[in-house]
């Protein structure tokens, strides 16, 4: 459920001038400034220049033919731009094409489509109505707020080209000359569809969803595009710096009016792969050994979005305590889900709620967790138990759970014992410590919540 990024995962959008400003940014100033500490890793032997398959799309038809010839100049002078990004992306990444990438070239009206027709066909109607339904409990979104239009509009806008990892293929805009920025973001994806060609990530990215592992998922979605943005950021500091104003001057003159009004919980979790993956991938990589541990982290990747905030743990195979959650019976609702909530969404969380520094604190304490949502098609109950690496860092949850429920929920004051604390308004809250634990329960039904709370009589 909150794994957001790319959706399912099939299709990996680029929204570089939305989220990636801050990387370019940076970027820029590592080119300036301190270009040692992050220049590009030598070229190796076995990397090659290869020649792109180009598919071409009439303009009201989502049939692609196949074609070695572009119809037209525009597209023979945009195959060449692309195949000269194709070498230098493999040359960056130290790796070679096993095959040519398929690029299909497409009309700006025809790429609009495609993302739209993907959107739709991976999101579930009745999935998104249980999860608006679970965020407007926690206070994260307004009421109002439709999720299918927002995900829709999100990644409909200022979409520069993406790669799709079901069909292995990069689909991109027609045109004549490439932007700088629009060479960054082929060169972004184009790392997507060469390390999927060696590392074969997408069947791993359908598993993980399909079972609801969620925090799992999104530890690899941060390899994936952490990888790419890192890629791309060795691209950058090898530009000019025209060629690197101009990308900033581009990034904020585009549309960012989407993202900015999405609610800042989506927004981080958005963020998250990219800007939290690209210093993951940092971490891993360096001058000596290139990036020899970040394609070992393909093939033995993070499991956690712990591992993710903290490599360290990731090296040392720090992995969460598993939390097994009791029967919670409730006549007529159905467990719609259960899975891992994670430091990433706990962090997310909290510091919409309570500030950074407060939301750090709490959430880097992490040990293990489990929730489960139950769902009736209309009223949602909301069931967490949170293990922290000691009794101290639980009790920091705790205590940040209940200020984020007095501040963010729609609940009344505080009913607090030595403890538990409860809140009854509009909607239940109760939060209780035992130990290095922490139970955190909630429900649109303030009339359900003791109920749930009786299950957990013990804890």
């Known amino acids: 459920m909150f794994c957001l990024v790319d959706t399912a995962g099939k299709v990996s959008f680029i929204m570089h001038w939305k989220l990636n400003i801050r990387l370019l940014v940076v970027s820029l100033v590592v080119a300036t400034f301190a270009s040692a500490c992050a220049a590009a890793p030598a070229s190796t032997s076995s ?4 020649t ?7 303009p009201t038809t989502t049939d692609a033919v196949t074609t070695t010839i572009p119809r037209d100049p525009t597209q023979a002078a945009l195959r ?10 493999a040359e960056l990444r130290e790796l070679a094409f096993l095959e040519p990438p398929t690029v299909t070239i497409v009309t700006d009206q025809e790429l609009a489509i495609r993302v739209r027709e993907q959107i739709e066909e991976e999101l579930d109607p009745t999935e998104l109505a249980r999860d608006t339904a679970v965020q407007v409990l926690l206070g994260l ?4 707020l439709d999720l299918l239009d927002l995900y829709t509009d999100l990644y409909s806008e200022q979409v520069a080209g993406y790669y799709d990892g079901e069909l292995e293929e990069m689909v991109v805009p027609a045109g004549v000359e490439l932007s700088a920025l629009q060479k960054v973001t082929l060169v972004h994806e184009l790392t997507h569809a060469l390390t999927d ?3 074969g990530f997408d069947e791993r990215i359908e598993e993980l969803d399909a079972e609801d592992r969620f925090d799992e998922l999104s530890a690899l979605q941060a390899v994936i595009e952490g990888d790419a943005s890192f890629t791309e950021l060795l691209y950058v500091t090898e530009l000019s710096m025209e060629e690197k104003i101009q990308i ?15 609610p800042r919980f989506i927004q981080e979790l958005l963020l998250f792969p990219y800007l939290e993956g690209a210093d993951f991938v940092e971490a891993l990589w360096s001058s000596e050994t290139g990036f020899d541990l970040v394609n070992a982290a393909y093939t033995d990747p993070p499991t956690t979005t712990e591992q993710i905030y ?8 720090e992995v969460g305590n598993g939390v097994v959650l009791p029967d919670t019976p409730l006549a007529g609702y159905e467990v719609g889900e259960e899975a891992v909530w994670g430091e990433v969404s706990f962090r997310v969380m909290l510091e919409q709620g309570l500030g950074a520094s407060t939301a750090i604190q709490a959430a880097s304490g992490w040990g293990g967790d489990r929730y489960r949502v139950m769902w009736n098609g209309e009223e949602v109950v909301y069931v967490l138990v949170y293990l922290g690496d000691t009794s101290s860092d639980a009790l920091e949850m705790y205590d940040a759970l209940v200020a984020y429920a007095g501040s963010e929920m729609k609940v009344g004051e505080p009913d607090t014992t030595e403890q538990a604390t409860s809140f009854v308004g509009d909607v239940f809250a109760h939060a209780a410590l035992d130990g290095d634990r922490v139970l955190f329960i909630a429900s649109s039904d303030p009339d359900v919540g003791p109920e749930i709370v009786a299950v957990f009589s013990d804890f």
Not at 310 to 317: D, I, L, S, T, V
């Open 80 to 89: 060449a731009q692309i195949d000269e990004l194709i070498g230098t992306t």
């Open 47 to 50: 990397t090659s220049t290869t």
């Open 52 to 58: 792109t398959t180009i598919e071409t799309t009439a």
């Open 197 to 199: 060609q060696h590392f």
């Open 141 to 144: 979104i307004a009421p109002e």
């Open 310 to 317: 903290h490599p360290e743990a990731y090296r040392a195979g």
């Open 248 to 262: 900033v001057t581009d990034s904020l003159d585009q549309d960012t009016t989407v993202f900015g009004q999405t």
